[in-house]
T-cell receptor
Framework: GAVVSQHPSRVICKSGTSVKIECRSLDFQATTMFWYRQFPKKSLMLMATSNEGSKATYEQGVEKDKFLINHASLTLSTLTVTSAHPEDSSFYIC?????????????FGAGTRLSVL | AQSVTQLGSHVSVSEGALVLLRCNYSSSVPPYLFWYVQYPNQGLQLLLKYTTGATLVKGINGFEAEFKKSETSFHLTKPSAHMSDAAEYFCAVSETGGYNKLIFGAGTRLAVHP
């Protein structure tokens, strides 16, 4: 099946620094990718839809200047948490929808656990 | 707007017992429905999905779910629980067609004890 790779799997940073998370579709092209945030013991909250070659679409309440999304190619989307603070600590997961074979399927990355000290 | 309600944040069963995880949805259009499983510190793995056609869908690891439009439900079942089934399970809904975003339920943590 299709594979979505997310890197890094875990990152610890100091407050005030910026952190970049990469999401790659390894064996298929993804014009659209999704970024989710998951709080401890909570469900996934959609943050934004990443669109290749155009601006991301953010969900209500998500700060676009805080969470910068760049979808520079058909296989790569990046989420940058700018000036991270402890409240940004969370599990971030990306997904990409299938473009062939079994349709209407989203493939998820393994997630990135961000800890801001 | 679409929404998903998963009844029971925690479910505990004995190994070999029936697993039943409940999911009800709300959608103004015919929905696509999904069940995903998440193991600790990992992403989500698709168990099964309903789009159109047969309302009883079978997935991986012996799981199945039945779409009941009249009850707006998509409950997940497995006849006999295995220790390896212990995980977090998420029900999700999306609009029909395209590659639309998923709306997730709050999740149900399944514990399986000997």
């Amino acid at each position: 099946g299709a594979v979505v790779s997310q890197h890094p799997s875990r990152v610890i940073c100091k407050s005030g620094t910026s952190v970049k998370i990469e999401c790659r579709s390894l064996d298929f092209q993804a014009t659209t990718m999704f970024w989710y945030r998951q709080f401890p013991k909570k469900s996934l909250m959609l943050m934004a839809t990443s669109n290749e070659g155009s601006k991301a679409t953010y969900e209500q309440g998500v700060e676009k200047d805080k969470f910068l999304i760049n979808h520079a190619s058909l296989t790569l989307s990046t989420l940058t948490v700018t000036s991270a603070h402890p409240e940004d600590s969370s599990f971030y997961i990306c997904s990409a929808p299938s473009t062939s074979g079994i349709k209407n399927i989203q493939y998820f990355g393994a997630g990135t656990r961000l800890s801001v000290l | 707007a679409q929404s998903v309600t998963q009844l029971g944040s925690h479910v505990s069963v004995s190994e070999g017992a029936l697993v039943l995880l409940r999911c009800n949805y709300s959608s103004s259009v015919p929905p696509y429905l999904f069940w995903y499983v998440q193991y600790p510190n990992q992403g989500l793995q698709l168990l099964l999905k309903y789009t159109t056609g047969a309302t009883l869908v079978k997935g991986i690891n012996g799981f199945e779910a039945e779409f009941k439009k009249s009850e707006t439900s998509f409950h997940l079942t497995k006849p006999s629980a295995h220790m390896s089934d212990a995980a977090e399970y998420f029900c999700a809904v999306s609009e029909t067609g395209g590659y639309n975003k998923l709306i997730f339920g709050a999740g149900t943590r399944l514990a399986v004890h000997p």
